[in-house]
């Protein structure tokens, strides 16, 4: 079986998804070759250790004149003579448009990683236009993942056809990562909060810095990260508050050993890998009711939460926060350390995807071998 993964940016928590996904897939011995298309820029790089994986970046920016470019992308994808086509998120996802005007033979699955049309700030036409292209693209799709609940409830509520949805869970890797990193907050005798992400308008970094006086909640904030999409205008290196920069993916667990919680102010977020991350590395997580982050932190068990787009209701958790003991911390992180290695296990998710992609490749009278590739 050939699998081709498409991607517009592939950056952030579509990266890991990737990463993750492609690592486990590598390893079965019914997949014969794993391709990733990405854009060249504001992606990561991917460096899998196995000759079945390769990847492949396409010149491509975000505007009109780019969305002629992402649609080109099909020619490509055609050439790959796939079993599976996999896009991920809803830029991607518009190549399947192209298949009004000419039909493939290899089954199409569409993941949105976070539905564009309940993404707050945009306004109601937009929106309901977001939702129509949806509806629209998911006629020329074998099978849509939803990565949370929440998105379930939201694909079925705009119209999603409920047959084509399958609810498969994001997931990570149980083991922690070896590499070492020098202790940021070694000076820091505060409690420490930890921040990884984008600096867009989804993870809510700006509204964090501008609701919130570390220094007066006795609360050292340190920021990973760096901005990809570009829209939001704001300045973010305020109130003395260390930003590391991007930093690669083998190194978070090493950060997030060195902190007391990681903190998730997200707008809107499809499921939130970067909390599992936390419980991984048995951390509480301080995280807005976004998405499906109201499905994984629990409040007053594995973390607080407060109510997506509130000062107030942040500030008070982080007062909370700041009152709480050591043991108590601790044991909110342990607590979500459990629920990660259950809920959100790392084999039995992989597996569900890889079973989704047999079972559409058996339907469409497809062989499992396949031979020749090519380059673009």
Partial sequence: MRIVHVAEYATGG?????????????????????????????????????????CVTFDYVRSLGGLYKLLAVRKVIDSLEADVVHFHSSFAGLIRLTYFLKPCRY???????????????????????????????????????????????????????AKKMQLIYNTIPNELSTSAVTNPFATITKKKVLFVGRFDKAKGLDFLLQSVNFKNLGIELVVIGESVLGDINAEFKQQSVPFLGWIDHQYIDAYMQHCDAVIIPSRWEGFGLVALEAMKNQKMVIASDAGGLAEIVIDGYNGLRFKTNSAQDLNSALEKF????????????RAGAKIQQHKYNFSQMNQQLVELYRDGSAKHGQSFSVDGHQEW
């Fill in 14 to 54: 579509v990266a890991t998804y990737l990463r993750n996904a492609i690592a486990y897939q590598m390893l079965d011995s019914q997949i014969d070759e794993i391709i990733l298309i990405c854009a060249k820029v504001n992606s990561e790089q991917f460096e899998f250790k196995s000759p079945k994986v390769r």
């Fill in 107 to 161: 089954q199409v699955i569409y993941c949105a990683h976070g539905w564009s049309f309940i993404q707050q700030g945009q306004g109601r036409l937009k929106k309901q236009c977001y939702r129509l292209v949806e509806c629209v693209c998911a006629l020329k799709t074998t099978k849509i993942i939803n990565i949370s609940e929440s998105e379930s409830r939201q694909a079925l509520h705009h119209g999603l056809p």
């Fill in 322 to 333: 700041s009152q709480m003991s050591q043991g108590a911390i601790q044991k909110m992180g």
